[in-house]
């Protein structure tokens, strides 16, 4: 079953209208060093804030188990690159996971969707473990949004998105069951933050959705406050009626 089916293909949407875009194939070896912890920086060491208040920003990882899809790993950059960005700008960074479906369990039942839920929120926790120098995230739960502060010295030094993007990949990459990931950074203004904001939050509604299935929910669809979700998302409904029916 793919859960952000739809998602997906408003993102590929996306790439195809913005055509100018960067494609760098993943290089381990290009990837840029990180801290063993969480790196404060500070506002005057601060070259740059990407997404930060008044600008648009979103994040958001999303997961396939097709094999034909997103097959391929590397990292895509719309917009300016670090290198080129002179002040304050909108900012998002998405994630695509292509997944052997076995990661993720037999969904009829209890225990498969059980796993497949852990394994989501697992991928998505991801970003809460890496620690580019100079490059200081910070992950709003609430709204979706990334802000990111980017340090004098890490500009100095050559930081760019692919290296980055190879940062974020290698994380990604060593986790079993994982075949292909893409890493997507959005800078350029004419993109619809606010879209990318919305589908963030629908990532999240999707994956917790999931959660309450394994909960227990009414059979009645039309007393139901997931109704929209299982409207859009195919299979979900029918992954509720099982549940019900496991007794």
Same mark, same amino acid.
């Given at each position: 079953?793919?859960?952000?089916?739809?998602?997906?293909?408003?993102?590929?949407?996306?790439?195809?209208?913005?055509?100018?875009?960067?494609?760098?194939? %993943?290089?381990?070896?290009?990837?840029?060093?990180?801290?063993?912890?969480?790196?404060?920086?500070?506002?005057?060491?601060?070259?740059?804030? !990407?997404?930060?208040?008044? /600008?648009?920003?979103?994040?958001?990882?999303?997961? +396939?188990?097709?094999?034909?899809?997103?097959?391929?790993?590397?990292?895509?950059?719309?917009? /300016?690159?670090?290198?080129?960005?002179?002040?304050?700008?909108?900012?998002?960074?998405?994630?695509?996971?292509?997944?052997?479906?076995?990661?993720?369990?037999?969904?009829?039942?209890?225990?498969?969707?059980?796993?497949?839920?852990? +394994?989501?929120?697992?991928?998505?926790?991801?970003?809460?473990?890496?620690?580019?120098?100079?490059?200081?995230? $910070?992950?709003?739960?609430?709204?979706?949004?990334?802000?990111? $502060?980017?340090?004098?010295?890490?500009?100095?030094?050559?930081?760019?998105?692919?290296?980055?993007?190879?940062?974020?990949?290698?994380?990604?990459?060593?986790?079993?069951?994982?075949?292909?990931?893409?890493?997507?950074? !959005?800078?350029?203004?004419?993109?619809? %933050?606010?879209?990318?904001?919305?589908?963030?939050?629908?990532?999240?509604?999707?994956?917790?959705?999931?959660?309450?299935?394994?909960?227990?929910?009414?059979?009645?669809?039309?007393?139901?406050?997931?109704?929209?979700?299982?409207?859009?998302?195919?299979?979900?409904?029918?992954?509720?009626?099982?549940?019900?029916?496991?007794?």
């Amino acid at each position: 079953m793919e859960l952000y089916q739809t998602i997906l293909e408003r993102l590929e949407n996306v790439l195809k209208d913005h055509s100018e875009r960067r494609e760098y194939a %993943y290089n381990p070896s290009m990837a840029w060093p990180e801290t063993e912890r969480f790196e404060l920086v500070m506002g005057r060491d601060c070259a740059f804030e !990407l997404g930060g208040q008044g /600008k648009g920003a979103a994040n958001y990882t999303c997961v +396939t188990t097709e094999e034909d899809h997103w097959k391929e790993s590397g990292t895509v950059v719309i917009g /300016k690159d670090l290198q080129e960005i002179r002040e304050d700008t909108s900012y998002a960074r998405l994630v695509v996971l292509n997944a052997d479906p076995a990661l993720f369990g037999d969904t009829s039942s209890r225990k498969g969707s059980e796993q497949a839920f852990r +394994t989501l929120q697992k991928l998505d926790f991801v970003k809460y473990h890496i620690f580019a120098k100079g490059y200081m995230i $910070r992950t709003s739960t609430e709204n979706f949004r990334e802000q990111v $502060r980017v340090h004098k010295d890490a500009l100095k030094n050559g930081i760019s998105f692919e290296k980055l993007g190879n940062t974020f990949l290698n994380h990604y990459l060593e986790i079993e069951g994982i075949r292909a990931a893409t890493v997507i950074f !959005l800078t350029d203004p004419s993109v619809d %933050y606010e879209a990318l904001l919305a589908d963030a939050r629908k990532v999240h509604e999707i994956t917790m959705t999931l959660s309450r299935i394994l909960e227990g929910i009414p059979t009645d669809c039309s007393m139901c406050s997931l109704k929209p979700i299982c409207d859009e998302v195919e299979g979900m409904r029918e992954l509720h009626f099982g549940k019900e029916g496991m007794g």
